[in-house]
């Protein structure tokens, strides 16, 4: 099925043949369905199906096309879709590597680009560029300093880092390096691995060589389960912190009991069910697992939480933005990046977005959870 998706490249959740031209509102979707991101592109591709088939009284056409993980593929797709396919809307991709050189396209076209990736560089420094991209998986600064702060608290004075060698990784790494020396935090270590990489073992090795109280690992998916169980399997016994990249059931099912006890600052959608009744991340979260599961048979994850949180996103900004132009104009893009920009108070299972001309991620401490994996589960932690 890999294989099929990615000789097609293209799906089309809704298709709407009849209607005159630009009646519908076009999303174009650039996701990582094959290479090293399929573990956070394949719950995308299935979040398709679930997704809404009107926003703003307008029918909706979704274009998919797999990036395979790789940037000049998904460069490729992004100018396909606004060349070829006109889309109002960009969205993607899975994997920040993939994300910023559609940076470049966003501009170009003066389509918004709402990336599913986590590196604050997608969206700062705000310039020409950033100006019409936007990120609903919450900053690395803000979940980095979330982290840290508990782990300063608990006593902790001295922290190994090993992490992905793109921009993930390196995002994390900038953020820990310059938040760790104001809490009374040393980093003895800074190894690097691709995502790709089968084995990490002698970055392992020399993280332990540095005899940290703890390490933190900065990686997202089943990728990020190597550097915890390659300490754990050479007899490191510190606490393990993690990222919010690794909030997939695939992550515990392939980590075990090597990944028990990881703590991370993550999003409410992981941990909702420990959450009040009432409360309104835990109804966000339930409007999606209910259209996610009707639609597949099956439990989402976060990831694929990150697809339905873009979708409503442009939900809130298109009805407003149709007042002002038709789908298919540049006056619609204009106008929709501009109701982007003014989304107050929308609960997403990301997190509480607030967004302004200067944020286009939008989100406070309110949005950061401390998680914990204990006894196979993702719990919010105590």
Known sequence: ??????????????VLYGYPANAEIKIGIVISATGPGSALGQPQLK?????????GGEKVTYITLDDESDSTKGIQNARRLVIQDKVDVLVGSSVTPVTMPMLDVALESKTPLLSLAAATAIVQPMDEKRAWAFKVVPNDDLMASAILKHIAKSGVKTLGYVGVSDGYGEGYYKEVSRLAPGLGLTITTHEVYA???????GQ???VMSTNPDAVFIASAGTPAVLPQQALRERGYTGQIFQTHGVASEEFIKLGGENVEGAVFAGEAFTIAADLPAGDPFRRATAEFVTAY??????????FAAHLWDVVALIGKAAPNALKAAKPGTPEFRMSLRDELERGQNVYLNNGLSNMSKADHNGYDERSAFLIKVEGGKFRLAK
């Open 293 to 302: 599961e009707a639609a597949n048979g099956q439990k989402p994850n976060m």
């Open 204 to 206: 392992a090795l020399k």
């Open 47 to 55: 979040t398709v199906a679930a997704l809404p088939k009107e926003i």
């Open 195 to 201: 995502r790709s990489d089968t084995s990490v073992t």
């Open 1 to 14: 099925m890999k294989i099929g998706f990615a000789r097609a490249c293209l799906l089309v959740a809704c």
